[in-house]
C-alpha cells in the first residue's frame, strides 16, 4: 500500500467511526486486529468501539494531526465530548471534557491490525 493509500484508508474508517457504521467495519478492520496488545479480533474490536459509544452518545473522532507511510498511520485524535457516569475511571457524569488521544496504527492487508492509543487522562482530569 502506499502512503496515500494508508491515509485514504485510515480517513475512511474515521468516518466509518463517526457514522456508527459498524457493518462496514471489517472493511477496515483486520479480522485478527489487536488493541494495545490484546487480541480483539473484530468483533471484540466492534464491541469495544460500540461501548465507547453507548459509554459517550456524542462520541465523534477528529484528526488533529495525521502522519502515513505505506504500512503505519500515527495520528492525534481529539474529543469534545460529555461521557456518561465514570469514563477512565473518573467521575464525569454528563460534564463535558476535551481531551486527545495519540494512536497508532499497523496495516496487513490494506486493513488495520494493530493499535496502540493513549489518552491523555490527565487533561480530563485538570477539567474535573
Not at 494531526?65 to 500515527?74: F, G, K, N, R
Not at 496502540?116 to 474535573?128: F, G, M, N, V, Y
Request: proline share 3%.
Amino acid at each position: 500500500m502506499r502512503k496515500l493509500e494508508s491515509e485514504a484508508v485510515y480517513r475512511d474508517y474515521i468516518a466509518c467511526l463517526n457514522g456508527r457504521d459498524w457493518d462496514r467495519l471489517g472493511q477496515f478492520v483486520h479480522d485478527a486486529v489487536r488493541h494495545n496488545g490484546r487480541p480483539l479480533g473484530l468483533d471484540g474490536y466492534r464491541a469495544m468501539l460500540e461501548d465507547d459509544h453507548a459509554q459517550i452518545p456524542d462520541l465523534h473522532f477528529e484528526i488533529e494531526m495525521l502522519i502515513a507511510d505505506s504500512q503505519q498511520v500515527a495520528c492525534r485524535l481529539r474529543f469534545d465530548v460529555t461521557p456518561r457516569g465514570t469514563f477512565l475511571g473518573l467521575p464525569v457524569n454528563g460534564r463535558r471534557v476535551t481531551f486527545c488521544e495519540h494512536a497508532l496504527y499497523a496495516f496487513r492487508d490494506r486493513k488495520i491490525d494493530e493499535v496502540w492509543s493513549i489518552i491523555d487522562k490527565a487533561a480530563i482530569e485538570a477539567q474535573l
